[in-house]
């Protein structure tokens, strides 16, 4: 007699492979037939992991009794196909395995088969108090409050198709009221439809709490989840598993909640869609913004991207009539944007002098009683520390970068060295260590530098600093966002971290210091980056109305189209300037681009491992087709924690011919590594779709 034939599942694990493995179902041990998406626990070598099953069959290429058996089974609900779908995808776009786009993308508690017996680790979830969240008291969002632009975005949004996928653009000037008209948007479609779950994405945690209190005080009845790397592994179980279960309507989260299951998807917002945070850097290197497309499409939903400063791609998909675009071109309260002056600085002032025409219009403000808000690109004291004497420079001696000075860092309140790309810490050395001379100045200033010459010039006023430093967390940063509020601030010093879509009442004036260091940077986006960050600055002057608010900034460049845009607002001038840019010099939008990254502990090899990415390149294409390959170079930033780090630039007009060739590129070198290291484990190499910096 034949015996029954075995069940054998194809699970998918969180490592850089792009296999599947077989493993045995023992259906009387696990009490249930398999099904995709299950979430099992496996072992492997000598120890165990977890798995998702994405393929059931009764056959093997593998002898059965070399095949082990799944050991448990998680009581989370199956990821659904439409989950499983969005992540082959990423996958196969983003040259990523299977198992590492998905199995991240779960919270880490409810990776841990510890908290998986049967009913408890749900109950114990349950059981989690809801965090609570403190009604803002916004009244500006009450439908009958809106004013008319704002009653007619709504109106178009209303009007769209819900069950067809379409992108929407809710173009927005900063003040406009964009949050209001999107919340009303999403009420609308929770009221409407049964069941119906909304995503909200966001490009940084510090957004979230403002958000959370206005939801919670227009759609008081409906449970929010909010999922972000700052949460605790329990809260963020937590709020995907209400996401994942449909029992959370609204889902308000940073990039990665774009990979989160949510069986009643019915429309997605993306707010601020042009940042750059919605880019992941390492690993999987997507773009949650250009997956919430996708996503949208394969579900048939529309989406709605928001910005004040669209990005390139966006406004260029607005000219081709891809997306549709809906404007709000009145500020809320009739408030109007600052009145830009540019104060022309030379570079022997840089990083020195406070200008005087600074100083006075800052006094000014202040009697006026008005909050300012400064803006500086870099972070603690000076970007370095160099000796009076000699050459001596405070560099990383594991990074080619400079040491950064903190007059305090963290717990630590003497003065200190920091590499703000790899992490060392030093104190800062009595001396000089090459000449010996006890003369060492700080170069350059910093936000700390700032606060400290503000006090000296006017010691009376309040003054507050915001920067990655003071708002170390999410608590932390809010204490100081409701310090601004309330008015416990006179000025505040700070890195862009303050441009974000903060509401500020009561902001006279703003500063921006050393605007030009971004532009001219060796980064092809950094006009466009550098045009929507002056526009968030500005943006965050005179909310409430009053009198004009006033911006200043400092550049070499006053004549930089960047500026001459900005000062009239120009936004379309701006665009149609940049693409006729992009497409002269051949770039994205144009056309599309990928990195092969190498990094080792000589640049020689990482050089060498990229060369001979490009011989096979060419040799696939002999004729190129309209595939351009770069010669291998060092990055900018050549050397990072040790590692000597360089990069082969890829070009094609079409994105199906780009992927094609990087498929093979990635077979190619799969076949002599062991995941992402090569066989020698000399090189670890990594290959990046889209990427933002080049
Ligand atoms: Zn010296
Ligand atoms: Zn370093």
């Known amino acids: 007699m034949k015996s029954p034939e075995k069940i054998i599942v194809q699970v998918i694990l969180d490592k850089p492979l792009k296999d599947v493995f077989d493993y045995i179902w023992n259906e009387a041990h696990l009490r249930t037939t398999p099904k995709l998406g299950m979430l099992v626990e496996l072992p492997f070598g000598s120890s165990s992991l977890v798995g998702i099953v994405v393929g059931v069959s009764t056959h093997s290429n593998i002898e059965l009794a070399k095949l082990k058996a799944v050991k448990t089974l998680s009581p989370l609900p199956c990821l659904d196909k439409k989950i499983r779908e969005l992540a082959e995808f990423a996958s196969r776009y983003y040259i990523y395995g299977l198992g590492e786009t998905l199995l991240p993308a779960i919270p880490k508690w409810w990776r841990s088969p510890a908290n998986w017996e049967k009913g408890l680790g749900v109950a114990r979830i349950d059981k989690l108090n809801v965090i609570k969240i403190t009604p803002s008291h916004d009244k500006v969002i009450d439908p009958e409050q809106l004013n008319q632009d704002q009653v007619d975005a ?23 009221g964009k949050t209001a008209v999107y919340l009303n948007y999403l009420q609308q479609v929770i009221s409407n439809h049964r069941d119906a779950q909304v995503l909200i994405l966001l490009p940084e945690i510090n957004l979230t709490p403002q958000l959370e209190r206005r939801i919670a005080s227009h759609m008081p009845n409906q449970e929010m989840a909010v999922l972000h790397s700052g949460l605790s592994d329990k809260q963020r179980a937590r709020a995907w598993y209400a996401a994942t279960t449909g029992k959370a309507k609204v889902i308000l989260g940073t990039r990665l909640s774009i990979l989160t299951p949510i069986p009643n998807l019915a429309t997605i917002v993306v707010d601020e869609e042009h940042d ?58 009739q408030a109007q944007m600052p009145i830009i002056e540019l104060i022309q600085t030379q570079q022997a002032d840089r990083g020195t002098v406070i200008s005087g025409i600074f100083k006075r219009t800052l006094q000014n403000n202040f009697q006026e009683g008005r909050q300012a808000l400064i803006f500086v690109n870099r972070r603690g004291f000076a970007p370095a520390l160099s000796c009076g004497s000699c050459d001596w420079l405070s560099e990383c001696p594991d990074c080619s970068g400079f040491m950064v000075m903190h007059k305090q860092l963290g717990s630590r309140r003497s003065p200190v060295l920091c590499c703000h790309h790899c992490g060392l810490t030093k104190s800062v050395p009595r001396s000089c260590p090459k000449c010996g001379d006890s003369d060492l100045l700080p170069l350059g200033r910093g936000t700390q530098k700032i606060e400290e010459q503000i006090r000296e010039i006017i010691p009376q006023a309040k003054v507050l600093r915001v920067d990655a430093d003071t708002a170390r967390t999410g608590k932390l940063s809010e204490a100081l966002f409701t310090k601004i509020h309330q008015g416990e601030a006179d000025i505040i010093v700070g890195t862009q971290m303050l441009s974000k879509g903060h509401d500020y009442q009561n902001i006279g004036l703003v500063c921006v ?51 001459q845009y900005l000062c009239n607002y120009d936004l379309a001038g701006f665009m149609k300037h940049l693409l006729k840019d992009r497409q002269d010099s051949r770039l994205p939008p144009y056309v599309s681009q990928a990195l092969v990254h190498a990094q080792s502990t000589h640049m020689a090899d990482s050089l060498n491992f990229l060369a001979g990415a490009k011989v096979f390149l060419e ?31 890829i070009e094609a007009e079409s994105r199906t011919q780009l992927q094609t060739q990087l498929n093979a590129l990635d077979e190619f070198l799969r076949n002599q590594s062991t995941g992402r290291i090569t066989k020698q484990g000399k090189v670890r190499w990594s290959i990046e779709r889209d990427p933002l910096l080049i």
Request: with cysteine; hydrophobic share 35%; net charge positive.
């Open 513 to 563: 210091l050393d605007a030009d260091a971004r532009l001219y940077s060796n980064d092809y986006r950094a006009p466009e980056t550098l045009f929507a960050q002056l526009v968030q600055v500005a943006g965050r002057a005179g909310r409430s109305g009053g009198e004009q608010a006033k911006m200043l900034i400092e550049t070499r460049y006053p004549n930089d189209p960047v500026y």
């Open 619 to 649: 040799k696939k294409s002999p004729n190129q087709g309209r595939l351009v390959c770069f010669d291998p170079v060092p990055k900018a930033l050549a050397k990072v924690a040790g590692k000597e780090r360089a990069q082969l630039l």
């Open 276 to 333: 750059s945070s919605f880019k992941q850097q390492e690993g999987l290197g997507y773009s949650a913004r250009d997956l919430a497309i996708w996503r949208a499409k394969n579900e048939s939903i529309p989406i709605l991207l928001c910005s004040a400063t669209p990005s390139l791609e966006t406004w260029h998909a607005i000219g081709q009539g891809r997306y549709k675009e809906i404007k709000l071109s009145e500020r809320i309260h």
């Open 154 to 176: 709504l109106r178009h949004l209303s009007d769209a198709d819900h069950k067809k996928f379409q992108t929407l653009f809710l173009n927005g000037v900063t003040g406009s």
